[in-house]
């Protein structure tokens, strides 16, 4: 690979990663666990995708690769400091510059040295989703010790070798790039980033789709990826610039109505979601490759600067128009598409030159890459330790409840790991989860519950709530004998859905029922809370109702329950507080609630904190 090509590439794979912690980061810490409006993220976030725009006048005062090298200095020193963080504000601020430096440095590139940019953007989401698959989607910044921080410096070092190599620190306005693509090309770099995470290259989307299993999904995902590349590289073989742009849209479509019912559960992402993602992604290459094509009237670097940064923007725009629309209760199905029109459109529209790449390298290195990356993906199940089952008591049914926060524990950091082990500790037989996240780029692009699931060895069964990849889930070692889940009234943000499943223990039928109450402020009205009610009624006894409810013991909400046949499983142990200690409240709106027949022993809620919820538990045992 090119040195100025292998810099873009290795910077813009550095940058993905700052952004899986930058983007979670604003919801944890700044977000401050949902107390934080929507539109204040917003604003906070936008303030720094705005500060870009400074790297144009900046290149004004000096060279334009000198703002390019100063940027991609601040990537690099960030990206090393983050990994030796431990959450918190110090977390948020360091993702933030190291941001900062990401985007000067894209700025400064298409001002300085634009011909390799948008081939080395398409090669460094690639070479993002490799490792993102061959990591099993746990990112190098949230594993500890010393392999990962030097596989970390290693790549840091790599850039900063490449830079040196080949920054063009003397460049100057007034110098003629003959490859440099024409200004309004370099708007597509922003969405494409945005496009390409939210489903094209996220391994964790295609897991989370009926019918695949973990390892296939993640394999086809990062060939495709890499096979992008090629197109990027040789664009002509799609015939026309129309046709990928044609073949975005439709995908974007495709993963924006991807929905089905599918064995009783609403909202799952079918299995043609993943060939979605397929065509997405090599669309997208060939879209960027066709842009790279574009007849530019002469030089222009500080437009070049300013359309880029306009396209960054753009990322921050569509991905807050996209994310805060779960908590504004607004739709958002148009944003992916909207944004595929905007790769798309530039590309299709306008004077192309030749295919800019003649030479059989590139595409044997896109060949290359993708075996590399369906071996790296292979690999996962090699290296992941084997699951480990709790071990339920011999007498009683075992139930947990645990919010897990999309895994994220109070200080912003992913805790995955430290959530499966309290979970073993309890030793349930069953598992309901709340706020599971399969594949959000606002999150990190993680499958909380497949990565739980097998580190438990438990069988897990899923419910979409908010969208196809947010929602409840119940983990179990105990035979299902039927599923099922409602759709509630909307209440509050993200949706909520009731999960019904059928269970077999100790020779009796026994109905749970999983879900996260999303109510409106104050519980008025008090709709969804009837309609569980009514759930409850129907379902075959005896029923067992676990969950985030997001209600306190005596308000009108629990009445309606509690009128529905219900118990509370901690009535007796009450004050039972389900948030740690170290958010200082003593809210009690995690439950465990059955119909009669039951008695209830050995109740746990550990003060951990892994979740902005603590985990809760109690033994249901036959009254005599």
Known sequence: MRSPLARVTFGVAILIDVLRVFLPSLITIFGSAGSTPAELIGVYALAWFLAAFLAVPAARLVRPGLVALAGAVLLAAGRIALQVTDGGPPQLWL???????????????????????????????????????????????????????????????????????????????????????????????GPAILLWNLYPGNPAHAQAADGWAPVPAALVVAMAGFLATALTARPGWTGHPVVPGIALVASAAGFAFGEATIDGVHGVAPWWTVVAQVVGALALGACLGWAATLTAAGDRPYRRGLLLATGLLLFMIFAFAYYAAYDLGVPNDYVPILVALVIAVPAALGVHRGQSVRSARPVVAALAGAVVAAVAAALVPVWRPAPVPPEPPAQGLRIAAYNIRMGFGVAGTLTLREQVEVLRELRPHVIALSEVDRAWFLNGGHDDLRLIAESLGLRMIWAPAADEVWGDALLTNLPVTSVRNHVLVRGGPTGAQALEVGLRWAGRDITVIATHLQPPAGWEPLDQVEQLADIVRSAPKPVVVAGDLNLEPGEPAWDVLMAAGLADAFADHRPFVTIPSVRDEDAQIDHILTTPGFRFVDPANPDVPHSDHRPVAVTLVPAA
Do not use: C, I, N, Y
């Open 95 to 189: 993702a933030s510059v190291a941001l900062l430096g990401g985007l000067w440095w894209l700025v400064g590139t298409a001002m300085a040295a634009p011909g390799p940019l948008l081939p080395g953007v398409v090669w460094g989401l690639a070479v993002a989703t490799g490792l993102h698959a061959a990591l099993d989607t746990v990112d190098l910044m949230w594993r500890g010790g010393a392999g990962p921080a030097a596989v970390v410096a290693l790549e840091v070092a790599v850039f900063v070798a490449l830079l040196v190599r080949g920054s063009r620190v003397d460049s100057s306005p007034s110098a003629v790039d003959a490859s440099a693509p024409a200004p309004r090309a370099l708007l597509t770099v």
